[in-house]
């Protein structure tokens, strides 16, 4: 590793967190105005994490948080590796280090929303896995690589040959940001659906770390759909900026759904949409 | 390098060894046992260290081997069929006189051992198989030990019958070596044989209604793949081909070959490995004592149906028949992951996953590319030592809590705190990151990335699979802070020795992956392919399309575990206020906090109780078995069809 | 250090998260501290929010009066909130037991069980004078307290439990 690389892997690391929150705050502003109110400033997820980060530890296992830790750890090696450009399906199998702790922790505590919010958060996980793994495949379909850096080589957006596998990504990306409708296992802004369901017995500084280990994956999956415009910084920064404006107003719009809806619902709308694209591609190729 | 005596070793010592198991004198026994399993293992060690060589042995105790192993196999088949007799089941006895009469007529008419090459042949992969047999399964026999004792106790038997059952578990560590180095099909076939008894005597070990009736639903499955096994011998001899598994493989006369007895003989793995629709015998053989399971049925038996399958994946290579097996596979895979989310019985949920990982085995085999058919291999190994490992676990918690549902399994760690955290870390092992199974998943998929419907099938059902393990994970951690000292666990020796073994090898292979690669998996597939080869350099795997970083990561998880650890350790908690007890409304007794559930009205105690989503109604074993054995049936058509 | 303690005051004022318990209000005041949350009054501006776990909150706003039931409820939620924390009693009945007072079956104000820091009279009380209350609460919540003492609020639970399994030999027979 150069040292180029490695500065830019430094500076992916400190940066992630600041970008996630930012958005955080953008997000929380944007919704307020779409609700007519003038909503918290934009660096409110910063004093909310930083005030956290000051309470006091409370401990109802030990495993619990040991499992914050290994989410925090998980999250940041992403966020390195896509820095290095390494393997993208190799980046979301060590995501998935992180999320399953996550779970985990929270069904190490007995107490029933926590279990809930675990049990619901799997059914997230096996919605939103199969679709990015799916994506991945679709992205080595096109530019014939799994490795990131073959994949910024591609000579053209990528976005232009997978119109319908970047909509299946948005899926998982809704999911990941803790939106209605998928928000069933914690929600980003209904604080008091299932007593905050998967995060209910995370508190005080464990809590801010959860949140800053979810910039991160946020920021990850963001630089993920950066990858379907990659070839100029102007597409680029259209294409994320009008994902996440049409995440806000979809999660401003939606209700909440069930997990049965939302796992076949998902299921059956992404992997047609995938089918459909990749036959797309075979017919280009002819 | 003494090597064919380290081969003889290895698959006569367990025979002789498993004879003198039958004498009831339990120190003898015991010595024995581990006697047999520290030779074989060294013998296993020392293997390594020759190159490929193939040998025909002249003589075996001053007799012709050939004879021998033909008499053997006739012996062999008409003791199945006395127990198919026995039995009165029609079905047994006829597949058993499908077998007799091809194999006489082979014998008799067909000059089997015309041109034929070395009778037993070693390289790499039957080395990594035979490590694998000699080691994890001694480990398991080890662990036998103990168990039985316990269990013979818990039956209140009168008279032991672990004599028998040592007997068997002994008997097919030799048989299981047999048949990986075996290059004479008809050494293979008899080996196969061998192995089919052994695991009808050991399912119906314990001798009640069910496990008479699971045994012989496993003896026809397996018969079955031996009547193909048959069938695919006499094929060979009639297109004049040696019956010499190398020959059959190589290049030249790949090409020349018809497919109808390579499908055969895939056929007859499938059955060996549980494939869907033949699951059922699998998860039926879940009713045998715990280290048959494991050793059987998760981490060797059933891995010599896709040894075979892997075995002749260069000589179906780049056909239809090729892309059917990769299809066959997947299905599996997704429909036995499937099946696991559905259960709560913790050793249904083992044997489904190892249907499932034999699954993705057979698709990688399917596949066949380099990449996958290296996924194929590894696989084999890191599944094998974390599986035993959950089997051995499982099978201490369930002598220990009674139980084997998942959901009695809730707040382990208290209990059993060593046994759990060995459980964690083999499930850990078997479906995160670093580690060995799930680099192999990652190879399989980026080899399958071109056959769409594969890979869907295998997004979902590794999705699937984490799932179930994931909660499985974690229940058993769920716990409070305990307000007072729990008792520490005690394990008896060969309890505690198996288990660190395995923990311990689970992770350090992981790591070793690279080495273990370049070292065992590379010679053999250098043999047949020449492109599109994983080469592992500093810790990374990588080829044309992919790179896996196993050092970085395994040194990042490794600091992160370190730091994790000490951020969680008791000692940075200790103000008071630091303790509280989980969120029930604020109604939770703070005298007790061990007690889960809550004052309710009238200050009367309510449990409460969660658990897990089965989706009983959507996905459960009754409503869709029937089902995907008739997708499977259809793929299993096709799949025979593509091989005209 | 002076930055970073600088920085978490800040953050601390800025953030503060609200549990509303009702021990038992006629909702009055309830339907007033959600007004808060409505675009009129909109208190996200000056990032509070309506979290509904102890284990998240830093104010916890009651509502409503003690009785022997739900006192060891409340209790229960304020121990499991993770210091630093403070209290807001809501309305006539969370300050002091408002006109049930002398009921039978009512300890009093919220005072009773756990420390109160802010007391926001008003029957209901006034969304601004809630909001005001947070304010004032947010001064407490500057600096951690010195290591609580929960003694006397254990002795008064004690002699709440007392009252309420004496309730029979209390009442009027005949």
């Known amino acids: 590793m150069d040292f180029k690389t490695f500065s830019f892997v430094i500076l992916a690391v400190i940066l992630a967190p600041f970008a996630g929150g930012l958005l955080a705050g953008i997000d929380r502003r944007l919704t307020a105005w779409f609700q007519g109110r003038s909503g918290p400033p934009i660096l409110q997820p910063f004093y909310d994490v930083i005030k956290l980060l000051g309470k006091d530890r409370q401990v109802v296992n030990y495993w619990q948080i040991f499992c914050v830790h290994i989410y925090l750890i998980s999250s940041v090696l992403c966020v390195a590796l896509f820095a290095m450009q390494a393997d993208l399906l190799m980046i979301f199998f060590v995501m998935t280090i992180g999320a399953v702790f996550m779970v985990v922790g929270a069904m190490a505590v007995p107490s029933p929303y926590s279990q809930l919010g675990a049990q619901r958060e799997l059914i997230q996980m096996l919605t939103y896995e199969p679709l990015l793994i799916i994506v991945f495949v679709g992205i080595y379909l096109v530019t014939g690589s799994f490795k990131i850096d073959d994949i910024l080589s591609y000579e053209r957006p990528i976005f232009l040959m997978l119109p319908l596998l970047y909509l299946v990504l948005t899926f998982a990306l809704t999911i990941k940001l803790r939106k209605s409708p998928f928000d069933i296992s914690t929600s980003h802004h209904a604080h008091q659906e299932v007593v905050r369901g998967v995060l209910t017995e995370y508190s005080g500084p464990y809590l801010a770390i959860l949140e800053i280990a979810h910039w991160y994956?946020?920021?990850?999956?963001?630089?993920?759909?950066?990858?379907?415009?990659?070839?100029?910084?102007?597409?680029?920064?259209?294409?994320?900026?009008?994902?996440?404006?049409?995440?806000?107003?979809?999660?401003n719009v939606t209700p909440r759904m069930t997990w049965k809806w939302m796992l076949t619902y998902v299921w059956a709308v992404g992997i047609s949409l995938s089918f459909f694209n990749m036959a797309l591609l075979y017919a280009n190729s002819f | 390098m003494l090597a064919p005596q380290m081969l003889g070793i290895s698959i006569i010592l367990p025979f002789i060894a498993a004879a003198l198991c039958l004498i009831n004198v339990p120190t003898l026994r015991s010595a024995l046992v581990i006697g047999t399993g520290v030779v074989v293992s060294l013998a296993s060690l020392l293997l390594v260290q020759s190159g490929t060589f193939s040998l025909t042995p002249e003589s075996i105790l001053g007799i012709n081997p050939d004879g021998l192993i033909a008499v053997l196999d006739f012996a062999l088949l008409f003791v199945i069929l006395g127990i198919a007799y026995r039995l009165k089941n029609k079905l047994i006895a006829g597949l058993t006189l499908l077998q007799i009469v091809p194999l006489a007529v082979l014998e008799l008419f067909m000059n089997p051992g015309e041109n034929m090459g070395p009778a037993l042949y070693v390289d790499q992969f039957s080395m990594i198989m035979c490590m694998v047999i000699?080691?994890?399964?001694?480990?398991?026999?080890?662990?036998?030990?103990?168990?039985?004792?316990?269990?013979?106790?818990?039956?209140?038997?009168?008279?032991?019958?672990?004599?028998?059952?040592?007997?068997?578990?002994?008997?097919?560590?030799?048989?299981?070596?047999?048949?990986?180095?075996?290059?004479?099909?008809?050494?293979?076939?008899?080996?196969?044989?061998?192995?089919?008894?052994?695991?009808?005597?050991?399912?119906?070990?314990?001798?009640t209604e069910i496990a008479v009736k699971n045994a012989t639903r496993a003896l026809w499955m397996n018969m079955l793949g031996g009547v193909a096994f048959v069938f695919a011998l006499i094929i060979f001899r009639s297109q004049g081909l040696p019956l010499s598994l190398q020959e059959i493989i190589t290049a030249e006369s790949a090409s020349k070959l018809a497919l109808l007895p390579v499908g055969l003989l895939c056929f007859a793995g499938f059955t060996k490995a549980a494939q869907m629709p033949f699951q059922s015998w699998l998860c039926g053989a879940m009713v045998a004592p715990t280290p048959i399971s494991a050793l059987l049925h998760s981490s060797t038996m059933v891995k010599a149906g896709v040894y075979l399958v892997i075995r002749l994946a260069p000589a179906f290579a780049g056909t239809l028949f090729s892309n059917y097996v990769a299809l066959f596979g997947a299905f599996t895979f997704l429909a036995a992951a499937v099946l696991a989310l559905s259960q709560s019985n913790g050793k249904k949920i083992l044997a489904y996953s190892t249907i499932s990982n034999?699954?993705?085995?057979?698709?990688?085999?399917?596949?066949?590319?380099?990449?996958?058919?290296?996924?194929?291999?590894?696989?084999?190994?890191?599944?094998?030592?974390?599986?035993?490992?959950m089997f051995l676990c499982v099978g201490s918690i369930e002598q220990k809590i009674g139980s084997r549902d998942i959901e009695d399994m809730r707040g382990l760690v208290d209990i059993m705190p060593r046994t759990t955290m060995m459980a964690a870390l083999g499930m850990v092992t078997l479906f995160l990151p670093p580690f060995g199974a799930l680099l192999s998943k990652w190879m399989a998929v980026e080899?399958?990335?071109?056959?769409?419907?594969?890979?869907?099938?295998?997004?979902?059902?590794?999705a699937l699979t984490m799932v179930?393990?994931?909660?499985?994970?974690?229940?058993?951690?769920?716990?409070?802070?305990?307000?007072?000292?729990?008792?520490?666990?005690?394990?008896?020796?060969?309890?505690?020795?198996?288990?660190?073994?395995?923990?311990?090898?689970?992770?350090?292979?992981?790591?070793?992956?690279p080495g273990l690669y370049t070292s065992m998996v590379l010679p053999v597939l250098e043999r047949f392919y020449s492109a599109d080869l994983y080469t592992a350099a500093r810790g990374v795997i990588s080829n044309n399309i992919g790179m896996f970083a196993i050092y970085p990561v395994f040194v990042v998880m490794a600091l992160g575990v370190i730091y994790a650890v000490r951020a969680s350790s008791a000692k940075r908690f200790f103000r008071r206020g630091d303790y509280v007890t989980p969120y029930v409304c604020g109604l939770q007794d703070p005298a007790d906090p061990r007690r889960l559930g809550f004052k309710g009205p009238l200050g009367v105690?309510?449990?409460?109780?969660?658990?897990?989503?089965?989706?009983?109604?959507?996905?459960?074993?009754?409503?869709?078995?029937?089902?995907?054995?008739?997708?499977?049936?259809?793929?299993?058509?096709?799949?025979?069809?593509?091989v005209f | 250090m002076g930055f970073f303690q600088e920085l978490l005051h800040k953050s601390r004022m800025k953030s503060p998260w609200l549990?509303?318990?009702?021990?038992?209000?006629?909702?009055?005041?309830?339907?007033?501290?959600?007004?808060?949350?409505?675009?009129?009054?909109?208190?996200?501006?000056?990032?509070?929010?309506?979290?509904?776990?102890?284990?998240?909150?830093?104010?916890?706003?009651?509502?409503?009066?003690?009785?022997?039931?739900?006192?060891?409820?409340?209790?229960?939620?304020?121990?499991?909130?993770?210091?630093?924390?403070?209290?807001?009693a809501i309305g006539a009945c969370g300050t002091s037991g408002g006109v049930f007072r002398e009921a039978y079956n009512v300890l009093g104000g919220v005072d009773k069980v756990i420390p109160v820091d802010v007391y926001v009279p008003g029957c209901p009380s006034k969304p601004e004078a809630i909001i005001d209350g947070v304010v004032l609460a947010l001064e407490k919540l500057k600096v951690r307290k010195p290591e609580k003492d929960t003694e006397p609020l254990v002795a008064d639970l004690k002699k709440a439990r007392e009252f309420y399994e004496n309730r029979e030999e209390r009442q009027v027979t005949g």
């Open chain 2, 134 to 207: 000699s080691i994890v399964g001694s480990l398991i026999c080890l662990y036998g030990l103990p168990y039985m004792r316990e269990h013979e106790h818990h039956l209140k038997l009168e008279k032991s019958k672990q004599g028998r059952f040592f007997f068997f578990m002994v008997l097919f560590l030799g048989a299981m070596n047999g048949l990986v180095f075996s290059n004479n099909l008809l050494w293979l076939y008899f080996f196969w044989e061998v192995t089919t008894l052994c695991s009808f005597m050991l399912i119906k070990h314990d001798g």
């Open chain 3, 19 to 88: 549990i509303h318990f009702d021990c038992g209000s006629c909702n009055g005041c309830d339907i007033e501290v959600l007004a808060c949350l409505t675009p009129v009054y909109d208190v996200e501006r000056f990032g509070v929010l309506n979290i509904g776990n102890p284990k998240h909150a830093d104010i916890l706003v009651v509502s409503g009066t003690v009785n022997p039931r739900n006192a060891k409820v409340l209790k229960n939620i304020y121990d499991q909130m993770p210091e630093p924390k403070a209290v807001i």
């Open chain 2, 605 to 642: 105690w309510s449990e409460f109780k969660t658990t897990n989503y089965y989706m009983e109604n959507i996905i459960g074993e009754s409503r869709i078995t029937g089902w995907i054995n008739l997708i499977a049936i259809g793929i299993l058509i096709i799949l025979l069809a593509g």
């Open chain 2, 468 to 513: 179930f393990w994931g909660r499985w994970l974690g229940m058993i951690m769920t716990s409070v802070v305990p307000d007072k000292v729990l008792p520490t666990e005690r394990m008896p020796l060969f309890f505690s020795v198996p288990l660190w073994t395995l923990a311990v090898s689970a992770v350090v292979i992981s790591f070793t992956a």
């Open chain 2, 358 to 389: 034999l699954g993705m085995i057979v698709a990688c085999a399917g596949i066949n590319t380099p990449a996958a058919i290296s996924a194929a291999v590894l696989l084999i190994v890191f599944h094998a030592i974390s599986k035993a490992l």
């Open chain 1, 217 to 251: 994956e946020i920021v990850l999956i963001l630089a993920i759909c950066g990858l379907f415009w990659s070839t100029s910084w102007i597409g680029l920064v259209l294409l994320l900026a009008l994902t996440y404006m049409a995440e806000i107003v979809i999660d």
């Open chain 2, 447 to 462: 080899a399958s990335a071109h056959l769409p419907l594969v890979v869907i099938m295998l997004a979902l059902g590794s």
